[in-house]
């Protein structure tokens, strides 16, 4: 029961926490019963979010009892962010969201046994009280000079778009879900991400108040990369969400692949269910062979594995292999190549096209003699096989899955070309 302590400690898990020994010494006297909120401010979760899923299961498989929470109602509000005010989305999105960031948890967390996951909406207990008992009985607790330092109410107030009531009422709204998880179900730990954390103690100086009982908080770190940019963003591409279709697979395998040196080791212990043993393997066979990027290779297989499952991590190992001549193009699927083919740059061009034309098309030279120097010096592939005529026919019969066509210049600029109708 308290050893996940430590393991989420080894894992650099718990940036903030409340009282370490007395959450032990509860936890040591059997299990307890804990949450994470999730708002639905975007058809999807993203990386970061998933740091916090994998939390709320380590503690499950520890035996404590979890509770993941949607957001039903502060979906429709939406936590204030340091720069400007949040687009408030209409009631029938916020539920459509609801349905699809549930799906997304559940399958993470185990609903039988003695320590069954609940899922919790927090609209059910906020949309039936009136405006009046909800100043009453809640917000008559709130201190507004404690609620004004908190850092993304505080920043906002120094700035040109200031906040909002509806936002600077988002902390006494978080409060009371941990104060009714805390009466309904017994709840006292709440998990989050540290640039939560005045958010997360709103409900600890709230059960206080009202309950006279302390309960406790661990927040985790946030994502970033060495510059202090959150994973993703620093790619200038957005979020890395965990909806295929938002995100695909190909491109949060490669993204991952791709991180500096500096951050991966960490990221394998947070994102990971590897042992202490396998990732200090990894570590020293990259402190060995830094040029091999063996821990990136291995954090992008388990965290596609552990987001989009066996199969299509397989595929995006594949694809990562075929497009540079190692492995069959022939057997990735059509999805998955189109997928990776449009991280890399996906044109479109005529069926019958010759190869100059096509390398032109997908940005690979710039032109006809640059296409036929390519090709004279070996350097030009089509669905990896070398051409040797820059003015050779391309007909649609050679396009792989989904009538597309690999390019490859030299051993690793490739781009993509869909062949289309004369």
């Known amino acids: 029961m308290t050893d996940v302590l430590e393991d989420l400690q080894w894992r650099g898990l718990i940036a903030l926490s ?3 020994d007395e959450l032990r010494a509860e936890m040591a ?11 639905p401010t975007a058809p999807s979760l993203h990386i970061g979010h998933l740091l916090q899923v994998l939390t709320v299961r380590r503690l499950q498989l520890a035996g404590h009892n979890p509770l993941a929470l949607v957001g039903g109602a502060t979906g429709l509000i939406g936590d204030p962010r340091p720069s400007a005010e ?13 349905e699809k960031i549930r799906g997304q948890i559940e399958p993470y967390l185990d609903f039988t046994g003695s320590n069954a996951a609940r899922i919790v909406n927090n609209l059910d207990w906020t949309a039936p009280m009136s405006a009046i008992d909800f ?9 507004v000079n404690k609620m004004l330092t908190k850092d993304a109410v505080s920043a906002r107030l120094n700035s040109d778009a200031g906040i909002s009531y509806t936002e600077f009422s988002y902390q006494i709204l978080q409060g009371m879900d941990f104060l009714e998880l805390f009466r309904r179900y017994g709840c006292r730990l709440q998990t989050g991400g540290s640039d939560q954390w005045g958010n997360l103690t709103a409900g600890t100086d709230l059960i206080r108040r009202m309950e006279g009982e302390s309960v406790h908080l661990l927040a985790t770190p946030l994502l970033t990369n ?20 938002m995100t ?10 791709n991180l500096e040196d500096a951050i991966v080791g960490g990221l394998l212990r ?21 040029q091999a990027r063996i821990a990136q290779r291995r954090l992008a297989e388990e965290v596609t594995r552990i987001v989009h499952g066996a199969h299509e991590t397989d595929q995006v190992i594949a694809a990562s292999q075929a497009l540079f001549g190692r492995g ?3 057997e990735l699927s059509a999805s998955t190549l189109r997928a990776a083919l449009s991280e890399a740059g996906l044109a479109s061009a005529p069926a019958g096209s010759t190869v100059a034309d096509l390398f032109i098309a997908a940005g690979l030279v710039s032109s006809r003699n640059e296409a036929r120097r390519t090709v004279a010096e070996g350097g030009a592939y089509v669905n990896n096989e070398r051409v040797s005529d820059a003015e050779e026919a391309v007909p649609a019969e050679r396009a792989l899955a989904g009538g597309l066509l690999v390019l490859r210049k030299g051993k690793r600029t490739f781009a993509g070309v869909e062949l289309t109708a004369m």
Not at 138 to 143: A, D, L, M, T
């Open 18 to 20: 409340t009282d370490l």
């Open 29 to 39: 006297k059997g299990p307890i019963t804990y949450y994470c909120g999730f708002d």
């Open 86 to 98: 949040r687009q408030l989305h209409s009631r029938d999105q916020v539920a459509e969201w609801v």
């Open 135 to 143: 100043l009453r009985d809640i917000g008559k607790h709130f201190r």
């Open 226 to 245: 060495s510059a202090g940019e959150k994973l993703g963003k620093s790619t200038g591409g957005g979020s890395l969400w965990m909806d295929a279709g």
């Open 248 to 257: 695909s697979p190909y491109a949060l395998y490669q993204y991952l692949v």
């Open 270 to 290: 947070q994102l990971t269910f590897l042992s202490r043993e396998e990732i200090d393997v990894i570590d020293k066979e990259t402190a060995d062979r830094p």
């Open 328 to 330: 069959e193009l022939a």
